[in-house]
């Protein structure tokens, strides 16, 4: 069952007596949908019959349109009069790593802020973008609109503003209580012009929770920032920049002693040693936020100055969440910490903790649920700093594991099936052996039977992404056994289309595909026609397709839009097909295409 | 050097970059107990970049692709692959020359010099740079340069052969820098990783005005 929010005609259920004998008063139901919350419940009952979906829709509170150019701000809005919080979800994710050309959707957000202007929205309170190019001219607009009860505004992944959007929101949002700017690709400015946002919110006190701006590149003036959190006494949770040193945050702790997540910035003091903060005052000061046991997120560490790292030894024992992929942190220096984590639910770490740092882990963080290994050096040629044994005895440690993202230069197929028999929970297994079409580094052979076990033991598995060397059968076994799978990533992997007819014609519950460079050509691509409009998207990229099989899929699929992506450099006369990206739309096809997207 | 961004290009230019400061470091990983010897930082760049060298030729010899000895042009880096976003793959690399100029610069400084990056290039440092006599400044883009060599070249080509009917290159001018703290600083003394982290703007000044700077270095 999709999640994807979209007006699917109600199959008719029974021709029409008089009256129906299941004929509910519109209003009773929805007062019973109300109580409906999860986002596939409330498709589910969309689809039952037409009052059904007419109640579920009037009712719908939590709207999430998981790609952005599948429906229409006009339409979302006409459908769901009482949206309060909107989702709106917009780029591939292997936009990130810079296969889309940029520029590829610009405007996409833009009839969305024009809509949201005109009051299209009247109840909304919450907006959350992820991956969507938002301008400063879009924030302005939104800001200057939305009454004083809009509260909470999210931009994950998101690009293209600047600190001038960023005050407009900070002026005119007067009842705001959330503002995430997480990984944020904001605009490069002129020193001269940047604008100090946090100045810009009004003197009052504020009901702010959240304020997050860890992504953000230019400095905040701290005074600003301090009287900010000073008139925040709703503050739980504060994630500053890296423009904020070890002195100034220790400051800003004793502001808001009752902070859940914090961001802690820079983690180094000021050079100049005029702040003079010592170990023993970020102890204190640690000690005074952990002492009501509210803190439990520590994320940051953006510029580690490495001999504070133990002072958070001692709010260890309540954290839930410990992000420290910005930190090369050494397996030493994990080690003086990370014992009294036991509560730990979710990990981040790069790789230079090693093998051994994991061991570590997997010795004291027994109820660890999601962990993320992440390469000090992204590259194929890196030293290789953790391996197959430090995934082993992660999945030896933690056996209620039910996410890993694990990059590493090899690994072995004995590692990963021991890690699908310990870990059965797992829901998301992302391993990414960096060394493009690595085999088992002990045997030599495919990971094929590493993944295979993946998706045979671990039942409950939705989200999986492949590397390594990977022949057919790998597929074969995803197909046959990845029947809970939603989301696939694969890459450098396969022999022939048959992997691809495997996971197209196995995984049923597939919504989200993304391939790329593997010898899939158009026989593959058609063996999914029957699927593709339960998909949100296909991404394929450096695969065999060509424009007769993309044609023909759109031929066929008429609602399908079928977008052909040509990377640099142009070369409209080929037949082959640098990037496939198709989605289904109720909208038809967009118009702001820039010249190297080709719509079928 | 033109600072067209070709993603793919600029992208290959962080893996490079990558390569050439990570290989110089004694292990991957920051660590400050390792003992690197105290000497001058020039003394510590070179060592950087010999082992840099031999790391690179060791490189030849493990994988068959075709590659040339120096450093900066290693084996071709697939676009998007690692799957790491880019600007988790610029961070380390900034903490990286971070480390090496550690000594004389400024972080915050550093890091307000390098903003959040475009999404398809590699952190841009751009510097103004004025020549005494020009009607009009420039600016250069640090990052695009990997040594002071390709930065005087760069010099010339912008400033000398449009502009100065007599001089013919920079021999005549002296190249100067202000620094975070604001002094006037002549171009050459400290690695180049250090001068782009501290250089603010770029000054040329005609010879006879640099006076009191003493015999300055060929850059």
């Not at chain 1, 009752?258 to 702040?275: I, K, Q, S, V, Y």
């Not at chain 1, 050494?330 to 790789?351: A, G, K, S, Y």
């Not at chain 1, 962990?371 to 430090?390: I, K």
């Not at chain 2, 007599?166 to 620094?179: C, I, K, M």
Request: hydrophobic content about 40%.
């Amino acid at each position: 069952m999709s999640e994807e929010d979209e007006d699917q005609p109600p199959p008719p259920k029974r021709p029409r007596a008089s009256p129906p004998a299941d004929q509910v008063l519109d209003n009773v139901l929805e007062t019973v949908l109300q109580f409906l919350d999860a986002p596939g419940d409330r498709s589910a009952a969309s689809l039952v019959c037409r009052s059904w979906h007419r109640a579920e829709s009037a009712t719908r509170e939590a709207v999430a349109v998981r790609n952005i150019l599948a429906a229409s701000a006009a339409r979302t809005a006409r459908r769901f009069p009482r949206a309060r919080s909107l989702l709106l979800k917009g780029r591939p994710r292997f936009a990130d790593f810079n296969l889309l050309p940029p520029g590829w959707a610009a405007s996409a957000f833009r009839p969305w802020a024009a809509a949201i202007a005109a009051a299209a929205f009247p109840a909304l309170t919450s907006l959350n973008l992820k991956r969507i190019p938002v301008t400063d001219a879009d924030l302005e607009l939104i800001a200057r609109a939305l009454p004083a009860t809009f509260l909470e505004l999210s931009l994950l992944l998101c690009d293209g503003f600047s600190s001038h959007g960023l005050a407009s929101i900070a002026s005119h949002c007067r009842g705001l209580r959330v503002l995430n700017v997480v990984e944020c690709d904001m605009a490069v400015e002129d020193e001269q012009e940047v604008v100090d946002w946090v100045a810009a919110f009004p003197p009052d006190p504020t009901d702010l929770e959240s304020l997050s701006f860890e992504c953000y590149g230019y400095a905040v003036s701290f005074d600003a920032l301090e009287a900010l959190v000073v008139r925040s006494p709703r503050l739980k949770r504060l994630g500053v920049n890296q423009h904020v040193t070890l002195g100034q945050l220790r400051r800003l702790m004793t502001h808001a002693p009752r902070l859940t997540h914090l961001g802690t910035g820079a983690f180094r003091p000021a050079d100049g040693g005029d702040e003079g903060i010592d170990f023993g005052e970020m102890v204190t000061a640690f000690a005074n936020s952990g002492r009501g046991r509210t803190l439990v997120s520590l994320s940051g560490f953006r510029d580690l100055a490495q001999e504070y790292l133990p002072t958070i030894a001692v709010v260890c024992i309540n954290l839930r969440t410990l992000d420290l992929s910005y930190a090369p942190v050494t397996p030493n220096q994990i080690v003086m910490f990370i014992r009294q984590c036991f509560n730990l639910e979710t990990l981040w770490v790069l790789d230079s903790v090693r093998d051994e740092g994991l061991e570590t882990v997997a010795m004291y963080c027994k109820k660890l649920r999601s962990l993320r290994v992440m390469p000090v050096v992204a590259n194929e040629d890196a030293d290789e700093l953790v391996s197959e044994v430090g995934l082993a005895a992660i999945s030896r440690g933690c056996r209620d594991l039910r996410s890993i993202l694990y990059f590493c230069q090899s690994m072995t197929n004995a590692a990963v099936i021991d890690m699908s028999r310990n870990c059965p929970e797992l829901k998301v297994f992302r391993l990414c052996i960096m060394g493009r079409h690595q085999p088992d580094h002990e045997t030599g052979e495919p990971m094929d039977e590493g993944f295979g076990a993946i998706v045979q033991n671990c039942s409950k598995l939705t989200r999986l992404s492949t590397s390594g060397h990977l022949t057919d059968r790998a597929f074969e076994y995803i197909g046959k056994y990845g029947k809970s799978l939603r989301t696939l990533s694969v890459a450098f992997a396969g022999n022939s289309d048959r992997a691809l007819q495997h996971i197209l014609q196995g995984c049923s519950k597939l919504e989200k595909l993304e391939i790329r460079d593997c010898p899939f050509g158009d026989a593959g691509l058609l063996s999914g026609m029957h699927h593709f409009y339960n998909m949100r998207f296909v991404w394929m990229s450096g695969c065999n397709l060509t424009l007769q099989g993309c044609k023909e899929v759109a031929r066929q699929l008429p609602r399908m839009v079928v977008e052909l992506i040509n990377g640099p450099p142009e070369d409209e006369r080929t037949e082959d097909v640098d990037i496939l990206y198709m989605y289904r739309s109720l909208d038809g096809p967009r118009e702001d295409v820039p010249p190297f997207v080709k719509i079928l | 050097m033109e600072a067209t961004v070709d993603y793919m290009k600029a992208a290959e230019a962080d893996n490079l970059l990558a390569t050439e400061l990570r290989l110089g470091l004694p292990g991957t990983s920051n660590d400050d107990h390792k003992a690197t010897p105290p000497c001058t930082p020039r003394g510590k760049k070179r060592t950087a970049f010999d082992a840099a060298e031999d790391a690179a030729v060791e490189e030849v010899t493990n994988k068959h692709d075709d590659v040339e000895a120096a450093p900066p042009v290693a084996k071709a880096q697939v676009v998007g692959w690692p799957p790491v976003r880019s600007y988790r793959k610029s961070c380390f690399q900034q903490q990286q020359a971070k480390q090496i100029s550690k000594p004389t610069s400024n972080n915050k400084e550093e890091a307000a010099a390098a903003p959040a990056p475009a999404s398809n290039a590699a952190t841009p440092s751009f510097v103004k740079v004025s020549m005494d006599g020009a009607p009009y400044l420039r600016k250069v883009d640090l990052r695009m340069y990997k040594g002071y060599r390709e930065l005087r070249e760069a010099l010339e080509a912008m400033f000398v052969s449009s502009n100065n009917g007599g001089a013919a290159n920079l021999s005549e001018f002296a190249v100067t820098y202000e620094d975070k703290d604001g002094d006037l600083m002549l171009v050459g003394d400290v690695p180049f990783e250090m001068f782009a982290g501290t250089c603010k703007k770029l000054r040329i000044m005609k010879r006879s005005e640099a006076t009191g700077l003493g015999s300055p270095r060929q850059i």
